[in-house]
């Protein structure tokens, strides 16, 4: 992509910033309306994808569109509509003693860049959110979400010609020498969200030159601690392992007190019957010797933990109080979602208190991990870093704000 492509863009966000609350909302419900109208479309392109890769492999899932997915964008694009505005709010407002009146107001950012892989859906995500914040986008997929991502976007440049605006509003990249266009053009774009495995946000960290919010790679754990109950750790584990094993904000290593290892066996034939291979500790595969297929059990290595899976795939660790289980998250975490489960109400707290992610449960799986699930419409990613945002990014993660004074003539000594 050439510098004056993005300047086209930078143009665009403009008039994006001009639009009235209801303007880029009838847009969106527009784009629902075309989504499920051009279904049949939007799944002969996804085809294509999917037909280059292997079925067994663990992207296979995020690439895949199907009716009810697409049928469920639509539901949430209308959501995003319905949402109150994030833009022209008074975050703080003061009048100081010589009679100036400060408000520091909600803006937009202006251009936003995504680079995110094997998930078409992030188009539609992405593009919902910015332009209800008032923000144009840049989107660069991954190569195996080619077509999808072609076909997406350009059902969204129909749209939104149909209401007068051009489609550099809503830019794709194609190529990885675009990706370096984009991490290098500062002054056109104001910030770049990378959403995918740790490699892409490593490279995108390392190779920017605008402004970066780190999302995704989550290593998530849950623990069992020496209080817990069972039935709530058995429905918990399971959920967050195999609800979905190809998002982020999948289990990936169950941490369990040695005086609750008797739960192990009933956690771990409930996890094998859905096809999970368990990597365990010294303990933990003493105690599930004949209890699960040895073809889903292994003894645990030095990869076993602090991996993100994205597969039917799960460490297991036996600790010997809540301290070494801390330290473990501590150590292998990547500051995503942690979970506790527990009756002892100080040591849940405990857990809630020192655990340094960006989400922290207790007696609750970390599948919640979600803006929709927390009641923010959508997100545009999970912020794993401590600077502006943390945790699921939605509308209001991705404004800014400036200062508005208003005076009368007052001059400073």
Not at 279 to 304: K, Y
Request: proline share 4%.
């Amino acid at each position: 992509m050439a510098q004056n492509d993005l300047s086209t863009t930078k143009s665009a966000s403009r008039l994006v910033a001009r639009l009235t609350d209801a303007q880029r909302s009838d847009i969106l419900r527009d784009l629902a309306d075309a989504t499920e109208e051009r279904t049949s479309d939007l799944l002969a392109a996804n085809a294509l994808d999917l037909s280059r890769m292997d079925q067994a492999d663990p992207r296979y899932d995020r690439l895949q569109l199907t009716a009810a997915r697409l049928r469920d964008i639509a539901r949430d694009l209308r959501c995003v509509a319905a949402l109150p505005s994030p833009l022209g709010r008074t975050l703080k407002h003061a009048v100081l003693p010589n009679g100036l009146e400060l408000s520091r107001v909600s803006v937009p950012f202006g251009v936003i860049g995504i680079i995110f892989e094997a998930r078409p859906n992030v188009c539609f995500d992405c593009f919902a959110l910015c332009l209800k914040a008032g923000s144009a986008c840049v989107l660069k997929g991954g190569s195996d979400a080619r077509d999808s991502c072609t076909a997406i976007v350009g059902l969204i440049h129909d749209v939104l010609q149909r209401h007068g605006l051009p489609a550099s509003c809503a830019a794709l990249l194609t190529s990885h020498a675009d990706t370096d266009h984009l991490l290098q053009a500062r002054g056109l774009v104001d910030l770049i969200i990378p959403r995918g495995s740790s490699r892409l946000i490593n490279y995108v960290r390392e190779h920017a030159q605008v402004p970066v919010i780190e999302t995704g790679a989550g290593v998530v754990h849950c623990y069992v601690d020496r209080a817990a109950d069972l039935a709530k750790a058995l429905a918990i584990v399971v959920n967050a392992k195999t609800r979905r094993v190809s998002v982020c904000n999948a289990l990936d290593c169950l941490i369990i007190h040695r005086d609750r290892l008797d739960f192990l066996p009933v956690l771990a034939r409930e996890l094998t019957a859905k096809g999970v291979r368990i990597e365990a500790d010294e303990r933990a595969w003493q105690a599930l010797q004949g209890v699960v297929p040895p073809t889903l059990l292994a003894v645990a290595d030095d990869q076993s933990f602090g991996t993100e899976f994205l597969a039917l795939r799960m460490a297991v660790r036996v600790v010997d109080s809540l301290d070494e289980a801390l330290l473990h998250i501590g150590r292998y975490g990547s500051g995503h979602s942690e979970s506790i489960v527990t009756d002892d109400a100080c040591a849940a707290q405990r857990f809630l208190d020192e655990v340094d992610a960006a989400c922290v449960y207790w007696n609750a799986p970390t599948s919640f991990t979600d803006g929709a699930q927390f009641g923010l419409g959508a997100e545009i990613g999970i912020s794993t870093q401590k600077l502006h945002a943390r945790g699921p990014m939605a509308l209001e993660e991705i404004t800014t704000y400036k200062w508005v004074v208003k005076g009368d003539g007052q001059t400073r000594p």
